[in-house]
């Protein structure tokens, strides 16, 4: 039997398993050029016609229906005794003999019960419960580019990782169980294939906070919701590790002295940020909570910055800004609404009817409508994840070009967007201070001073974050240079491969 590290990421997720000398990395993603790392977003759909409502639905609409024939029973009784003469009423007890007969056909009612039900019907109206439980599931680039081909074939769940700590009712916390473990059994199995060998246990990341504003409730559900869908994906064993801790013994592994050292994982969904005594002599150690000497971590990642870069540098070319009639400017909220791919009740507030109405109503009442003409198609055409992909592609763009010229053409034809490096910068102000804060909270933790700083996680990649965080504010840290998307899933594979043979 085998164990793996899974690092189940906001943004991408990979799975590693360590021999005890190598990492191995399992390809998940065979249409990527990095094919060991996969989206972490899921598409749900399908191919044909969607499925039945449930039984409780069909039924009560039988009930409904056969209230109306009983009045209408009813109605042909009252008739037949009004009736002037016999042959009158011959037709109102015969109508009465049809209705009673069709009043009793119960599969001829359920048939007529479901085509109503059917005929308005599309995916948006199904409940995530029912997508998980007969949907069809496309993960990473297959499942996007099927969601961008054929939309309303199904519903994209951006980042289900984001809605674990979230307030969900009970259907909605089944389905992604049910959701989750789907993505886990499809790395177990990629990962046994791939291996060679059975894989039973998995040590999967976590932030040191999810995504959400419930606090240890949260965190809790978050950890319940993860346990139960490994479990289902036929993980036997499964742990959990912060992944700044993660990524700590990965580091370790390449120190020739104890080290105290800071790390800051900025993702996509979390910024998590530890400080740890590490020490060449302890890499094979399975309980090294006594060295952690601070931990901090929030809902600050990549996604706040696209979403950020969104409202500064798009939305004014989308009518954000334009003056109503009464001297008011449209309001801001129908921008930061647009961009709530992470919150399910706001995003559907947002797709809903009554929201494109008031749109359209503002339209009626502004300048240059033709702005807010773009705002309605992203809210008609449910475009908003599309949209939050654009502009995190051109804030991974702007870390390697001074400016660049974003397409936009799903929203109107030749609807382009120019950004360069300072927009960014400037968009990213106010979430660098909140990342900066989160780095003091956890020195200001630690009883001891950091003497190396390893700064990973996909945001590390932006010379912004990295000219901050190293060149001003922890200045005097030497950095310790890794990889800034391997490091904590390598992590958690070695604390699987300890796990496993204790
Ligand atoms: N070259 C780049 N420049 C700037 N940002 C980048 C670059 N490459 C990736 N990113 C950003 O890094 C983030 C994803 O990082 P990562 O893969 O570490 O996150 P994750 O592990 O999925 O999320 P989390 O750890 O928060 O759950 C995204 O916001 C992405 O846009
Ligand atoms: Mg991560």
Known sequence: MAAIGIDYGTSNSEAVYFDGQQHHFIKLDPLQDQSN???????????????????????????????????????????????????????????????????????????????????????????????????????????????????????????????????????????????????????????????NLPVDTAVIGRPVKFHGTRGDAGNNQAIDIMTRAAQMAGFSQVQFLEEPIAAAYKIERSLDKDTNVLVVDIGGGTTDICCIKLSPQKVSNLDRQQDVLSVTGTRLGGMECDKNLIVKSIAPTMGQGLQMQNGLPVPPTYFTDMCAVDNIPKLNQFFSEEYGLEIAQTMSIVKEPKLLQRLLVVQEEKLSARLVNSSRLAKELLSSKNAIILPLHYIEAEYEVSINNDDLNRSMQSWLRRVKRLVSECLEKSSQPPELLFITGGMSLSPIVKKELQEVMLSDLPVIEGDAFNSVCEGLAIRAFNLDNR
């Open 37 to 195: 790392k996969i989206r972490s977003s899921v598409f749900i759909y399908y191919e044909d016609d969607l499925p039945l409502p449930p039984t409780e639905v069909i039924e009560n609409k039988v009930l409904h229906i056969q209230r109306a024939i009983t009045d209408q029973i009813e109605k042909a009784k009252q008739s037949y005794y009004e009736a002037q003469d016999p042959r009158e009423q011959r037709i109102y007890s015969d109508k009465i003999d049809d209705l009673r007969a069709e009043l009793h056909n119960k599969p001829a009612l359920q048939r007529r019960a479901i085509q109503i039900l059917l005929k308005d019907l599309t995916v948006q109206d199904l409940s995530l419960q029912q997508l998980v439980e007969t949907g069809k599931f496309a993960f990473g680039e297959e499942g996007f580019k099927r969601y961008l081909k054929t939309p309303e074939k199904g519903r994209l769940i951006y980042s289900p990782k984001n809605f674990l700590g979230a307030s969900l009712v009970a259907g909605q916390q089944q389905a992604f169980v049910g959701m989750i473990a789907k993505q886990l059994e499809y790395f177990r199995i990629s990962a046994q294939n791939q291996l």
